[in-house]
Nanobody, 128 residues
Framework: QVQLAESGGGLVQAGASLRLACAVS????????MGWFRQAPGKERVFVAA????????YYGDSVKGRSTVSRDNAKNMLYLSVDRLKAEDTAVYYC?????????????????????WGQGTQVTVSS
């Protein structure tokens, strides 16, 4: 049974940096392409970042482009998301998601329907 578990959220000041982690169990991380999404209260879940299985390609949503880094450590079965210069509008529940690796990932990395497995989410609250 594949399980994803996010950690690293919390209350942070605007302008600070944050690093989220996602632990994957039940199957080797190297068999997945991975993504991060976030959902603010009353809003739809939106794409944040994605990375292919061997870390050769990364993708970012407009809201974090230029101040975010997605990375992974397949040996440790861990996925990471760093966000710098946090803003109040970054406040949301952040989710990691997994989909079996595929050559078409680049076409669909930003669609939440592309992912088969999801974590429970971690709350990030940015105070201004």
């Amino acid at each position: 049974q594949v399980q994803l578990a996010e950690s690293g959220g919390g209350l942070v000041q605007a302008g600070a940096s944050l690093r989220l982690a996602c632990a994957v169990s039940g199957r080797a991380l190297s068999t997945f392409d991975m993504g991060w999404f976030r959902q603010a209260p009353g809003k739809e879940r939106v794409f944040v970042a994605a990375i292919n299985w061997r870390s050769t390609s990364t993708y970012y949503g407009d809201s974090v482009k230029g101040r975010s880094t997605v990375s992974r450590d397949n040996a440790k079965n861990m996925l990471y998301l760093s966000v710098d210069r946090l803003k109040a509008e970054d406040t949301a529940v952040y989710y990691c998601a997994a989909t079996s690796r595929d050559t078409t990932f680049y076409e669909r990395a930003n669609r939440h329907a592309s992912y088969d497995y999801w974590g429970q989410g971690t709350q990030v609250t940015v105070s201004s």
